[in-house]
């Protein structure tokens, strides 16, 4: 078992699965901790060397640039609606990046057959 992968799955799918909950329980710790989670998943992808690495970092990014600013409406202005409509942004790039990876393990395992 790779467990490299592991980590890198683990934690797409943690960032994934905390802007959900974001949008379910809609506070600021939510989003605080999908921000979080998000950026060690963009770091985690920072030097990856697969077929898809280039759009898995983009997509991560897409996230990123969602939920820092969904943050700052959240804190600052105060503005609920701006930060759920970018923490769906976020969530739309989370389940790309997902799909990607799903593309990428089956590649993979055609290659070593």
Do not use: C
């Not at 592991?6 to 905390?18: A, E, G, I, R």
């Not at 690495?53 to 943050?71: Q, R, T």
């Not at 759920?84 to 969530?91: N, R």
């Amino acid at each position: 078992m790779d467990w490299g992968k592991v980590t890198f799955v683990f934690f797409n799918l943690m960032s994934l699965t905390s802007t959900v909950g974001f949008l379910y329980e809609q506070n600021a710790t939510m989003l605080f901790i999908a921000a979080g989670v998000n950026i060690i998943s963009t770091i985690l992808k920072i030097g990856v060397k697969n077929i898809l690495s280039a759009e898995l970092l983009a997509s991560s990014l897409v996230a990123d640039l969602h939920l820092i600013p969904g943050f700052i409406y959240l804190q600052v202005f105060n503005n609920a609606a701006v930060a759920v409509a970018l923490a769906f942004g976020a969530f739309a790039a989370n389940v790309f990046s997902a799909a990607l990876i799903i593309v990428e393990s089956a590649k993979a395992r055609d290659l070593d057959f």
